[in-house]
């Protein structure tokens, strides 16, 4: 059973942007975090944006000023706007949600931003 899914990975420019979602599943209704990891190749999965059910994001600080998350607790989804992409974004980006002390993932889409 699928709980996390995700959409808008692609391919994009240095300086683009691209919107990623992630829709949890009603087995998980209002996680009470939501978020996104990212991994490199080669490199370990790293945090890269968490937000609270009352909608209080937080971020790393590679992204800060350029992402932006934010999430529809009415379509239980969680989104991040990318902007200003480098290519040291390119990474295969991650959903997560906590829901009773349960950590859920999504299947991964990859972002790959070219120079």
């Known amino acids: 059973q699928v709980q996390l899914v995700e959409s808008g990975g692609g391919l994009v420019q240095t300086g683009g942007s691209l919107r990623l979602s992630c829709a949890a599943s009603r087995s998980i209704l209002s996680p009470d975090n939501m978020g996104w990891y990212r991994q490199a190749p080669g490199k370990q999965r790293e945090l890269v944006s968490l937000?609270?059910?009352?909608?209080?994001?937080t971020y790393a600080d590679s992204v800060k000023g350029r992402f932006t998350c934010f999430r529809d607790n009415a379509q239980n989804t969680v989104y991040l706007q990318m902007d200003s992409l480098e290519p040291e974004d390119t990474a295969v980006y991650y959903c997560y949600a906590l829901k009773y002390g349960i950590h859920y993932w999504g299947q991964g889409t990859q972002v790959t931003v070219s120079a």
């Open positions: 937000i609270t059910r009352s909608g209080t994001p």
